[in-house]
């Protein structure tokens, strides 16, 4: 299925009854979040790679016409305007890793019309998706503090693909290692895993199972513990490692129960069995809810693999974000409705310290002390420099999160930054909305 007709059916009617009323003039369109979801002091911006390599290979061939018209019970040739288009505007966005607030665009896309418009549907299904994930990663690392965390997430993903976003996501946040191997391979990720209860079961006995991956894999190892009595896995891994000398890197895992309770016990026992720098790895629905209890009681565990929770953002698994027209043909314009009016015309955000942002219009001078968060990374539909990497776009995360207050931080209530907006946006949207009251005879408009 081709990516130009992964799209919602409207932006195929405006874009085709744009051609044909000549309306080709250069669009703007804004892509941001209303407003953040519950739990959340931030987001990572993410998803701006992947919608890059996106625009630069839309073009509309034959067989998507065809499609078109397939969908819309209309002659292949009614549907011919739209033939050979392709993408060659400009783009700026927030580069990824950097941490976004309420109302501050993602991305700002500027073509012809119709061509802005066709990107909408899967632009936002990307930056959606991978922003709610990356930003849940990103709240995991916060609750580890400091312990390397693996990504489990593929078996219960939304879909091969999205599993591997949310591995890519991971690492791109600060994850140590994913389980998925194809993941691994194409972003150069450390692969993590260890072994199921089904191995364990497949054995007449846990020692027998402990031994036999140990040959097959000499080192380091990593037991899971818990198939049957946990404490009497961690004995019998104990044991095992000892007989054959090893130690050092090699890991147990709980995987199931009071995990806090079993790591104490496990940590005591491995202690006293001998076999030194055998770390413990806890899994099993972890989130950053129970990361962060579990380190703040002081749990003896050394990594956290987490998975279900995290690669879906379970407790936040979609955001409310918007792909808004804010200028056409140079005329800065704004949708007026309660609840969801928007700003007019091209912005920048200005980041200060401790992320006091300004929302501004794109010409503005940048108040002192910030930086401009709006990157040009297209012109003419192709991108400005080179794809950017998962290590600068770590870098970017980790300073940004060094940077963000601490209320913003908690994992339980936190409390988001909240963007100022620049004296001249706050007067050019009181200019438009006026002059588009009196255009369409609106009554007064008021925010809920």
């Not at 549907?79 to 288009?85: S, V």
């Not at 998925?180 to 089904?198: D, E, F, L, P, W």
């Not at 140990?214 to 019998?236: E, I, K, N, S």
């Not at 015309?345 to 980041?351: D, E, L, N, S, T």
Request: hydrophobic share 45%.
């Amino acid at each position: 299925m081709s990516q130009v007709t992964t799209t919602d059916l409207y932006q195929v009617t405006m874009a085709l009854s744009y051609l044909r009323e000549d309306m080709r003039a250069p669009a703007t369109f804004s892509l941001f979040v209303r407003d953040l979801p519950p739990g959340r002091g931030f987001l990572v911006a993410a998803g701006i790679e992947a919608g890059l390599d996106y625009l630069g290979r839309f073009h509309v061939g034959r067989s998507d016409i065809q499609d078109f018209a397939a969908a819309l019970h209309r002659p292949v040739e009614d549907l011919e305007p739209l033939h050979g288009l392709s993408f060659d505007g400009e783009v700026r966005a927030v580069p990824e890793g950097r941490l976004v607030l309420a109302g501050e665009p993602l991305l700002e896309v500027t073509a012809p019309l119709p061509q802005a418009q066709l990107v909408e549907t899967y632009l936002l299904s990307l930056l959606c998706h991978q922003t709610a994930v990356a930003s849940k990663a990103a709240r995991c690392v916060v609750a580890a503090a400091g312990r390397p965390l693996i990504d489990f997430s593929l078996r219960r993903a939304h879909g091969p693909e999205a599993g591997l976003q949310a591995a890519r996501l991971g690492a791109l946040v600060g994850f140590a290692g994913t389980s998925n191997v194809a993941a691994a391979r194409r972003y150069g990720i450390a692969a993590a895993g260890t072994m199921a209860h089904s191995y364990v079961e497949s054995f007449p006995s846990e020692e027998a199972a402990f031994r036999a991956f140990a040959r097959t894999h000499p080192g380091p190892v990593t037991f899971l513990v818990d198939t049957y009595d946990t404490d009497r896995g961690v004995a019998t891994a104990a044991r095992v490692l000892a007989d054959l000398g090893l130690g050092p890197e090699c890991a147990i895992r709980l995987d199931s129960g009071d995990l806090g309770a079993l790591a104490r016990r496990a940590r005591a026992a491995l202690d006293a069995a001998g076999p030194e720098g055998v770390r413990i790895i806890a899994s099993g629905g972890l989130d950053e809810y129970e990361v962060d209890r579990l380190v703040r009681e002081g749990a003896p565990i050394d990594a956290y693999a987490v998975g279900t929770k995290v690669g879906t953002a379970a407790d936040a698994p979609y955001l409310d974000m918007a792909y808004k027209l804010v200028e056409y043909d140079g005329r800065p314009v704004m949708k007026l409705a309660t609840a969801k009016a928007t700003a007019p015309g091209r912005k920048q955000v200005f980041r200060g310290p401790a992320l006091h942002d300004v929302i501004g219009l794109a010409n503005e001078q940048p108040p002192e002390g910030t930086e401009p968060l709006l990157l040009p990374v297209m012109r003419g539909g192709l991108r400005t420099g080179p794809p950017d990497t998962l290590a600068a776009a770590r870098a970017r995360f980790e300073a940004d999160l060094a940077a963000l207050p601490e209320e913003a931080r908690r994992i339980e209530r936190p409390v988001p930054p909240v963007p100022a907006v620049s004296t001249r946006l706050t007067a050019l949207t009181a200019v438009v909305r006026h002059r588009m009251q009196a255009r369409t005879g609106a009554g007064r408009w008021a925010p809920e």
